[in-house]
């Protein structure tokens, strides 16, 4: 019997024994399954920590070499346009004077689109037989058209999307003003989208109020964008006094409406009075033109045919060569010179330098 109880107390023993080795097994392989899972845990954590920020740091490289093609093409592109810059400034600026532009063409870049360029410009011919050669557009505005499509397709060599101008007519805009008749301003704007189309003008294509508010009466259409856009007269006269640019503006736009008044019957200085009057509405209009176009064309790049500051908001740019740099080609005649050059000028003086030339049967220009 003690011999029985001895080797049972002895199995028992070895059995807690084994029992004990088995539990600390368990527990030493419990606690390497942990270690091994964190040690996985912490590897998968550092490898997705470093695998997050190599991605970051690429997209902040791929970024900021984007942001470096979009200056680097805007610089190209202003670069190009400088020579026909329209300013009363003297002396040349850098591209880099132009912050607006660089954006506005940045932009497009960045998004891989063609550069948007709006014009306001190309309203009607002068009503004054002097100036000009007849109510529709002639060489004058064949060469300014071409000229402007050249400048679109050497952008397209910078920039491989391109570049288009929107030329926006704006004869109706003002034409009461300007005592030009609503037909013969339609007859020019139909004939500018004729040229451009005959002359295979592919960047090119013309705005006006017809694609804004279509068949309504010119008179209402006026009265819509001056209501909604203009700002007010005596905004307007205080800005006159306070900026030299604004003054240089007005003036510029009186000269035109004198000189473009042929058949007034009263004295010079009632001429110059009704003038002056005129062209705060002209100016009224012109602001109220803009900012249509830029509703309709948003973020586009704004040039102008009026002479603008280095760096202004608007790039003011030459058609063709003039001594004025207020000359545009619906105020004056074509000269083709004996060296192959053209000008632009008053049809008074250039018929004293050249002949008449007609093309598909209208007057064209001198040489």
């Given amino acids: 019997m003690p011999l029985t109880t001895a080797a049972d107390a002895q199995t028992a023993h070895d059995s807690h024994t084994v029992e004990r080795a088995a539990r600390t097994t368990q527990t030493a392989e419990t606690t390497e399954n942990a270690e091994t899972a964190t040690r996985a845990e912490t590897t998968e954590t550092a490898e997705t920590a470093e695998s997050a920020e190599t991605t970051e740091t690429a997209e902040t490289a791929e970024s900021a070499g984007a942001t470096e093609t979009a200056e680097a093409v805007g610089t190209a592109v202003l670069r190009l346009l400088l020579p026909h810059h329209r300013t009363a400034d003297h002396g040349a600026a850098p591209a880099e004077a132009f912050p607006h532009q660089l954006h506005q063409i940045g932009a497009f870049v960045c998004r891989n689109e063609p550069i948007v360029l709006t014009l306001p410009g190309f309203p009607c011919k002068s009503p004054n ?184 908001p608007k790039f003011g740019i030459r058609l063709l060569d003039a001594p004025d740099v207020w000359v545009t080609p619906w105020h004056s005649a074509a000269l083709h010179r004996p060296d192959g050059t053209w000008s632009l000028m008053p049809r008074a003086r250039a018929e004293r330098l050249g002949r008449l030339v007609h093309h598909e049967g209208r007057p064209s220009h001198f040489e």
């Fill in 129 to 312: 037989p002097a100036k000009v050669l007849g109510h529709l557009p002639d060489q004058g505005e064949r060469l300014s058209l071409a000229f402007l499509n050249s400048l679109c397709a050497r952008i397209e060599e910078i920039h491989a999307p391109g570049a288009r101008v929107v030329i926006c007519s704006d004869g109706h805009v003002f034409g009461d003003l300007i005592r030009v008749p609503d037909e013969h301003i339609d007859a020019y704007s139909d004939e500018l989208g004729r040229l451009i189309d005959e002359l295979g003008l592919e960047h090119l294509s013309v705005f006006d109020l017809r694609d804004v508010l279509g068949d309504l009466p010119h008179s209402a259409k006026r009265a819509y964008v001056h209501d909604r856009y203009a700002p007010g007269l005596d905004e307007l006269r205080a800005e006159v006094r306070a900026d030299e640019h604004t003054l240089a503006l007005y003036r510029g736009i009186t000269r035109f409406l004198v000189d473009d008044t042929a058949d007034f019957t009263g004295t010079r200085s009632a001429l110059q009075r009704e003038c002056r009057r005129r062209a705060y509405g002209v100016i009224q209009r012109s602001r109220a033109w803009g900012e249509l176009i830029a509703e309709h064309h948003p973020g586009s790049v704004r040039l102008s045919i009026h002479p603008q500051a280095v760096g202004a």
